[in-house]
């Protein structure tokens, strides 16, 4: 059972995840939790136990140092989700549902072989906006694995527990499978990389139907499956903008055709009526936006589309942010698949994120309110993934060894020296003046520009447990720092400690 799990489940052999639940809860109502990669091989020893139960659970990048993989995943983060209606409309797909921990999807897609990344998220996404979830989570999140701060985002594993597991395989009927179950339908499922290329989500008599020539993916998916009530008004309304755009001679009664083809109770004639009336009166542009559009999204295939949204293509979104935890740390912003890399400052103002994500990938944001901003920062730091920085990328450790090469450097033979750039030690003390060590480690560049001298005198002495003293050398009142000098050969013991986040600073 281990050897085939991992087989099927393999990813980046260089690192795991783990998600870690917090005892404080969201407004949401789930418990708040911390979700961090650890740079070391996943061993055979973590994928038993996330089968046996243990916890956290195991969490696997798919993306390989190689930009593959061998699955891909649609996280559908809903509560009460309904499994069987997923099911229902991808029953012609070759696409496995498994229920998430908090009852959401984890929406599958297996191959046999390792294929390209960038492969599987095209695909992912035509499927995602098929099923009306175009706005959920595609994983693995990036094209390419290139990014030397990031080793990608990882997906906690289906059946934890693995006999009493609530992280299961539904077959056809919604019901729950047995891992031995699954791996027979993966068996059935899993597609050749050929067979991944060709994949074709729409029905071909569909995706071939004269009536949906030209037309963006989000009606086409929408119209496809039949629109049901509830949907009616906004997509009818959404429909007028193409019918006029491809019939401009006779698409009032086009209006009338359509509502009776693919709408599962076709609206009264009046409503198509006061709907033609009111498209009738100026050129809109299409509701991506909002819903239904925005669920079925798929921009980039409609801005090729001859009535898509062309040069209204909606603006590019941040999918996912990533933590590189080192001191500042810096945030790995994902695109649609590519990695915008900055720090707090620049994540905090839509303005400064913008130029870096011109100057790194070449797409260009439209202006963004602070307030949305903030809004849209506040959602996507509470599943934000943490990688962890070497040590020596810490603020603590390197003032630490800056200062041990200072006092070290040229050590004082009496306290007089401390006047000469000197540090002098006696007595199980060592003293120095503030001015010579920041001039040390300003000229060195070891440290941020936001790290005043004020500052990082602060946070050396409650480090380090330093003092500022007043002390007669040389008969001159001469001010200090005198700092234990065991504590300069003592680990330095880390407390977690929640930081603000970016949005979360004033």
Same mark, same amino acid.
């Given at each position: 059972?281990?050897?085939?799990?991992?087989?099927?489940?393999?990813?980046?052999?260089?690192?795991?995840?783990?998600?870690?639940?917090?005892?404080?809860?969201?407004?949401?109502?789930?418990?708040?939790?911390?979700?961090?990669?650890?740079?070391?091989?996943?061993?055979?020893?973590?994928?038993?136990?996330?089968?046996?139960?243990?916890?956290?659970?195991?969490?696997?990048?798919?993306?390989?140092?190689?930009?593959?993989?061998?699955?891909?995943?649609?996280?559908?983060?809903?509560?009460?989700?309904?499994?069987?209606?997923?099911?229902?409309?991808?029953?012609?797909?070759?696409?496995?549902?498994?229920?998430?921990?908090?009852?959401?999807?984890?929406?599958?897609?297996?191959?046999?072989?390792?294929?390209?990344?960038?492969?599987?998220?095209?695909?992912?996404?035509?499927?995602?906006?098929?099923?009306?979830?175009?706005?959920?989570?595609?994983?693995?999140?990036?094209?390419?694995?290139?990014?030397?701060?990031?080793?990608?985002?990882?997906?906690?594993?289906?059946?934890?527990?693995?006999?009493?597991?609530?992280?299961?395989?539904?077959?056809?009927?919604?019901?729950?499978?047995?891992?031995?179950?699954?791996?027979?339908?993966?068996?059935?499922?899993?597609?050749?990389?050929?067979?991944?290329? &060709?994949?074709?989500?729409?029905?071909?008599?569909?995706?071939?139907? !004269? !009536?949906?020539?030209?037309?963006?993916?989000?009606?086409?998916?929408?119209?496809?499956?039949?629109?049901?009530?509830?949907?009616?008004?906004?997509?009818?309304?959404?429909?007028?903008?193409?019918?006029?755009?491809?019939?401009?001679?006779?698409?009032?009664?086009?209006?009338?055709?359509?509502?009776?083809?693919?709408?599962?109770?076709?609206?009264?004639?009046?409503?198509?009526?006061?709907?033609?009336?009111?498209?009738?009166?100026?050129?809109?542009?299409?509701?991506?936006?909002?819903?239904?559009?925005?669920?079925?999204?798929? *921009?980039?295939?409609?801005?090729?589309?001859?009535?898509?949204?062309?040069?209204? &293509?909606?603006?590019?979104?941040?999918?996912?942010?990533?933590?590189?935890?080192? !001191?500042?740390?810096?945030?790995?912003?994902?695109?649609?698949?590519?990695?915008?890399?900055? !720090?707090?400052?620049?994540?905090?103002?839509?303005?400064?994120?913008?130029?870096?994500?011109?100057?790194?990938?070449?797409?260009? %944001?439209?202006?963004?309110?602070?307030?949305?901003?903030?809004?849209?920062?506040?959602?996507?730091?509470?599943?934000?993934?943490?990688?962890?920085?070497?040590?020596?990328?810490?603020?603590?450790?390197?003032?630490?060894?800056?200062?041990?090469?200072?006092?070290?450097?040229?050590?004082?033979?009496?306290?007089?020296?401390?006047?000469?750039?000197?540090?002098? &030690?006696?007595?199980?003390? &060592?003293?120095?003046?503030?001015?010579?060590?920041?001039?040390?480690?300003?000229? *060195?560049?070891?440290?941020?520009?936001?790290?005043?001298?004020?500052?990082?005198?602060?946070?050396?002495?409650?480090?380090?447990?330093?003092?500022?003293?007043?002390?007669?050398?040389?008969?001159?009142?001469?001010?200090?720092?005198?700092?234990?000098? %065991?504590?300069?050969?003592?680990?330095?013991?880390?407390?977690?400690?929640?930081?603000?986040?970016?949005?979360?600073?004033?």
């Amino acid at each position: 059972m281990l050897e085939r799990f991992k087989e099927i489940f393999s990813g980046l052999d260089t690192a795991y995840g783990r998600t870690t639940k917090l005892n404080k809860l969201r407004q949401d109502g789930k418990h708040e939790t911390e979700s961090k990669i650890w740079r070391q091989p996943p061993t055979d020893d973590l994928w038993q136990e996330h089968l046996d139960g243990e916890e956290p659970g195991l969490g696997i990048v798919p993306i390989t140092k190689q930009s593959t993989c061998k699955w891909g995943c649609i996280d559908i983060d809903q509560y009460n989700l309904n499994h069987k209606e997923i099911i229902d409309k991808t029953k012609d797909l070759p696409t496995i549902l498994f229920r998430s921990k908090s009852g959401g999807g984890h929406l599958f897609l297996f191959t046999k072989e390792w294929v390209p990344a960038s492969l599987m998220r095209i695909k992912l996404k035509m499927i995602a906006s098929f099923i009306g979830y175009a706005k959920s989570e595609i994983f693995p999140k990036q094209d390419e694995n290139k990014s030397e701060k990031s080793v990608g985002s990882y997906l906690n594993l289906p059946y934890h527990n693995v006999n009493r597991t609530v992280r299961y395989a539904f077959n056809d009927k919604a019901e729950a499978m047995r891992i031995e179950e699954f791996f027979a339908v993966y068996d059935k499922k899993a597609l050749t990389e050929s067979e991944l290329l &060709t994949l074709n989500i729409l029905k071909k008599e569909k995706d071939q139907n !004269d !009536d949906f020539q030209g037309i963006p993916p989000c009606l086409k998916s929408i119209l496809s499956q039949g629109v049901e009530m509830g949907q009616r008004n906004e997509t009818l309304f959404n429909l007028s903008i193409y019918v006029k755009k491809r019939f401009p001679k006779g698409w009032e009664e086009k209006m009338h055709e359509y509502n009776k083809k693919y709408f599962t109770n076709p609206l009264d004639f009046q409503e198509v009526n006061n709907t033609i009336k009111s498209a009738a009166d100026k050129e809109y542009k299409y509701g991506c936006g909002k819903s239904p559009l925005e669920n079925f999204c798929d *921009s980039k295939k409609c801005a090729l589309q001859e009535f898509g949204v062309g040069d209204d &293509t909606p603006a590019i979104q941040i999918n996912s942010i990533e933590k590189y935890d080192s !001191d500042p740390p810096i945030y790995i912003a994902w695109i649609d698949g590519e990695a915008v890399d900055c !720090d707090d400052v620049t994540l905090h103002d839509p303005e400064k994120f913008s130029v870096a994500c011109m100057n790194q990938t070449g797409k260009i %944001m439209l202006p963004v309110a602070k307030i949305v901003w903030r809004k849209m920062l506040a959602k996507l730091f509470t599943n934000l993934q943490i990688t962890e920085a070497p040590e020596s990328s810490k603020l603590d450790v390197r003032l630490k060894d800056a200062f041990v090469k200072f006092a070290s450097r040229a050590p004082g033979k009496t306290i007089s020296d401390v006047s000469k750039y000197k540090a002098f &030690t006696e007595g199980g003390k &060592t003293i120095f003046k503030w001015e010579f060590f920041w001039q040390s480690v300003n000229n *060195s560049n070891l440290f941020d520009r936001k790290y005043t001298s004020v500052k990082l005198q602060k946070i050396f002495c409650d480090l380090f447990s330093a003092k500022e003293k007043s002390k007669k050398i040389d008969n001159k009142t001469v001010r200090v720092i005198e700092v234990p000098a %065991m504590d300069l050969d003592t680990p330095i013991i880390r407390k977690n400690v929640k930081k603000a986040a970016p949005f979360e600073v004033h």
